[in-house]
């Protein structure tokens, strides 16, 4: 495959997400361009007017008297305000309205990801790219957008007077700016480079500081935190270097960019200065309007290459995480039913994490709609892997996973968790009232959200504490049971067909977990699949089917009688575990 055509896939990958930064800011653009214009030709009628002053007092005839140039002055200090009053109202309202549409897109594209994508996927880089990475694409393309502009019309009026005065001084002037052009070439380039290492360093330190706070208790366990401290220090560390190497490049750029101006400038004042004292042509105006033109020619051409190099690196930050993204997004596929009639059929399921390990074995059986069944077996036997399997989790199984007669493969997500509810060990709360957790910030009749109130058992806690209480981050104000209450009661006010629960008691204590279990089982009217880990005799008999697992395929089925009666595998599980 050619440059040329990688490159062409690189701009349609990240085409949607640049086209944010424009959407709906049209007006807002053309009103900051012609505050730019404006501004332009402000800054330049100042290189008119110095010149007419200076030839005035030389004594040449301009054709103005300084009565005429202080009107073209009071003029122009008024257009000059007038365009930075259109300049200060556009460019902030541009660049906030583009960078906030481009974060809303991306958060947006990442719900389209799988129910486990973020088990499998770093979350950090995600987190850094909607924190650090923004910021700097801020700055580095949106922030550069309107300079380029204003750079590029300043070049164009000043090399078109350049022109009007002196095309031979005008031909010099070109020749030294050749020196700044190189100069900025040589170095601008070098920033990619360096913004994509900050960016992966940046990422390093958020996955970093996301582990120690997820897993503070273990490391205080473990008394880990000196060992932690280290590893902590070591990101900071790299961290701190590639910003430092980042500053310094910088600098480095700005240094050359500048020394090479420097020349480039005194070089045209110089020959200037020659040509005016030897009468061909120039006047003493014309030399300084060169040596102030100058500054237009030569800092578009200092300057417009960084800006490049910089938006350069910012679509390296939006490539990054534009081929991130698509990863563990279902594809599309057909609307599923709403309601399942028949139940859910496996046939010849088969599932590996790692080829030549497989977690699952040609599994065969089918869940009816309506009953309630119990997965059980020991650690690594494959019962959550199953649920997941489900639950659309992995694409990469054999087999056939049917809801009704429409294959899983075939089914949208959307459709999908339309039909079914997930209810886990680790339930998630946000930092909002009982209520918004429940109704997860939908509006639903206040009839509805009493009956998932009372049929989830979470009547005491509302009488208790109200519905507007604030459960806190990850609801640190609750316990475990009213944390799974609430999942339970967002799963019926939900009302799918189908819910799932994996292991959702296994942190609780006997009694809740009994309670919380109890309230599953009491539901009516939808399909229940539960891995449990708790052999409760008590709960296990109200069960439709118990499945029970064994090294990746099921290795007994049947009512809880029937499967003691048996005296087999599950016997000897139930009878181990009394």
């Given at each position: 495959?050619?440059?040329?055509?990688?490159?062409?896939?690189?701009?349609?990958?990240?085409?949607?997400?640049?086209?944010?930064?424009?959407?709906?800011?049209?007006?807002?653009?053309?009103?900051?361009?012609?505050?730019?214009?404006?501004?332009?030709?402000?800054?330049?009628?100042?290189?008119?007017?110095?010149?007419?002053?200076?030839?005035?007092?030389?004594?040449?005839?301009?054709?103005?008297?300084?009565?005429?140039?202080?009107?073209?002055?009071?003029?122009?200090?008024?257009?000059?305000?007038?365009?930075?009053?259109?300049?200060?109202?556009?460019?902030?309202?541009?660049?906030?309205?583009?960078?906030?549409?481009?974060?809303?897109?991306?958060?947006?594209?990442?719900?389209?990801?799988?129910?486990?994508?973020?088990?499998?996927?770093?979350?950090?880089?995600?987190?850094?790219?909607?924190?650090?990475?923004t910021n700097s694409i801020e700055s580095g393309y949106l922030g550069n957008i309107f300079p380029i502009i204003e750079n590029i019309l300043l070049f164009g009026g000043a090399l078109a007077m350049m022109l009007v005065y002196s095309p031979l001084l005008t031909a010099i002037s070109i020749g030294l700016s050749l020196i700044p052009v190189a100069?900025?070439?040589?170095?601008?380039?070098?920033?990619?480079?360096?913004?994509?290492?900050?960016?992966?360093?940046?990422?390093?330190?958020?996955?970093?500081?996301?582990?120690?706070?997820?897993?503070?208790?273990?490391?205080?366990?473990?008394?880990?935190?000196?060992?932690?401290?280290?590893?902590?220090?070591?990101?900071?560390?790299?961290?701190?270097?590639?910003?430092?190497?980042?500053?310094?490049?910088?600098?480095?750029?700005?240094?050359?960019?500048?020394?090479?101006?420097?020349?480039?400038?005194?070089?045209?004042?110089?020959?200037?200065?020659?040509?005016?004292?030897?009468?061909?042509?120039?006047?003493?105006?014309?030399?300084?309007?060169?040596?102030?033109?100058?500054?237009?020619?030569?800092?578009?051409?200092?300057?417009?290459?960084?800006?490049?190099?910089?938006?350069?690196?910012?679509?390296?930050?939006?490539?990054?995480?534009?081929?991130?993204?698509?990863?563990?997004?279902?594809?599309?596929?057909?609307?599923?039913?709403?309601?399942?009639?028949?139940?859910?059929?496996?046939?010849?399921?088969?599932?590996?994490?790692?080829?030549?390990?497989?977690?699952?074995?040609?599994?065969?059986?089918?869940?009816?709609?309506?009953?309630?069944?119990?997965?059980?077996?020991?650690?690594?036997?494959?019962?959550?892997?199953?649920?997941?399997?489900?639950?659309?989790?992995?694409?990469?199984?054999?087999?056939?996973?049917?809801?009704?007669?429409?294959?899983?493969?075939?089914?949208?997500?959307?459709?999908?968790?339309?039909?079914?509810?997930?209810?886990?060990?680790?339930?998630?709360?946000?930092?909002?009232?009982?209520?918004?957790?429940?109704?997860?910030?939908?509006?639903?009749?206040?009839?509805?959200?009493?009956?998932?109130?009372?049929?989830?058992?979470?009547?005491?806690?509302?009488?208790?504490?109200?519905?507007?209480?604030?459960?806190?981050?990850?609801?640190?104000?609750?316990?475990?049971?009213?944390?799974?209450?609430?999942?339970?009661?967002?799963?019926?006010?939900?009302?799918?067909?189908?819910?799932?629960?994996?292991?959702?008691?296994?942190?609780?204590?006997?009694?809740?977990?009994?309670?919380?279990?109890?309230?599953?089982?009491?539901?009516?009217?939808?399909?229940?699949?539960?891995?449990?880990?708790?052999?409760?005799?008590?709960?296990?008999?109200?069960?439709?089917?118990?499945?029970?697992?064994?090294?990746?395929?099921?290795?007994?089925?049947?009512?809880?009688?029937?499967?003691?009666?048996?005296?087999?595998?599950?016997?000897?599980?139930?009878?181990?575990?009394?």
């Open positions: 495959m050619s440059k040329k055509t990688t490159e062409k896939k690189v701009k349609v990958r990240i085409r949607p997400f640049t086209k944010q930064f424009y959407k709906g800011s049209r007006g807002v653009m053309v009103v900051g361009i012609i505050g730019t214009l404006l501004s332009t030709v402000c800054a330049l009628a100042v290189s008119w007017l110095i010149q007419l002053i200076i030839d005035c007092v030389a004594g040449y005839d301009t054709g103005f008297d300084l009565m005429d140039i202080t009107i073209f002055t009071a003029i122009g200090v008024v257009l000059f305000t007038a365009a930075y009053l259109l300049v200060a109202y556009s460019r902030p309202r541009f660049i906030a309205r583009g960078i906030g549409q481009y974060k809303d897109y991306v958060f947006r594209e990442l719900t389209k990801k799988n129910i486990s994508a973020f088990s499998g996927e770093n979350s950090s880089l995600y987190i850094s790219a909607l924190s650090n990475d100069a900025s070439l040589l170095t601008g380039g070098l920033m990619v480079k360096a913004e994509k290492d900050m960016s992966d360093r940046n990422e390093e330190y958020m996955s970093t500081l996301r582990d120690s706070l997820s897993g503070f208790s273990v490391i205080k366990t473990f008394k880990a935190e000196a060992q932690m401290c280290r590893i902590f220090a070591a990101n900071v560390k790299r961290l701190t270097e590639a910003d430092s190497r980042k500053r310094r490049l910088e600098i480095i750029v700005q240094m050359f960019a500048q020394v090479a101006g420097v020349i480039a400038q005194m070089g045209v004042f110089l020959i200037g200065a020659y040509l005016a004292l030897t009468g061909r042509g120039v006047t003493v105006g014309t030399v300084m309007v060169f040596v102030q033109v100058m500054n237009y020619v030569l800092n578009p051409i200092a300057v417009i290459p960084g800006y490049i190099a910089q938006i350069k690196a910012s679509r390296a930050l939006i490539r990054k995480l534009a081929e991130a993204l698509p990863e563990n997004v279902r594809e599309s596929g057909t609307v599923a039913e709403q309601k399942l009639d028949d139940g859910i059929t496996i046939e010849h399921l088969s599932f590996a994490y790692e080829p030549e390990k497989p977690v699952l074995r040609d599994i065969d059986f089918t869940f009816d709609a309506g009953k309630s069944y119990a997965l059980v077996g020991g650690s690594g036997s494959g019962k959550s892997t199953l649920l997941n399997l489900l639950m659309a989790s992995y694409p990469g199984y054999t087999g056939t996973i049917r809801y009704d007669s429409s294959d899983l493969r075939d089914i949208t997500g959307e459709s999908l968790y339309e039909l079914i509810s997930i209810i886990q060990q680790n339930v998630f709360v946000f930092n909002a009232s009982i209520r918004d957790n429940i109704t997860m910030f939908s509006d639903f009749p206040k009839e509805a959200v009493d009956n998932a109130i009372e049929l989830s058992g979470l009547s005491a806690l509302i009488a208790a504490k109200g519905e507007d209480y604030l459960c806190g981050e990850n609801g640190v104000n609750l316990s475990g049971g009213e944390k799974q209450r609430i999942s339970i009661a967002r799963s019926l006010l939900k009302n799918s067909q189908v819910l799932m629960v994996d292991e959702a008691t296994a942190a609780l204590d006997p009694q809740t977990a009994f309670q919380v279990s109890d309230s599953i089982l009491n539901l009516e009217g939808i399909t229940r699949i539960v891995v449990t880990h708790a052999l409760d005799e008590a709960l296990l008999r109200r069960y439709d089917c118990i499945l029970t697992l064994k090294n990746g395929t099921i290795a007994e089925s049947g009512s809880f009688e029937s499967l003691m009666d048996k005296k087999g595998y599950f016997y000897s599980l139930f009878t181990v575990a009394q």
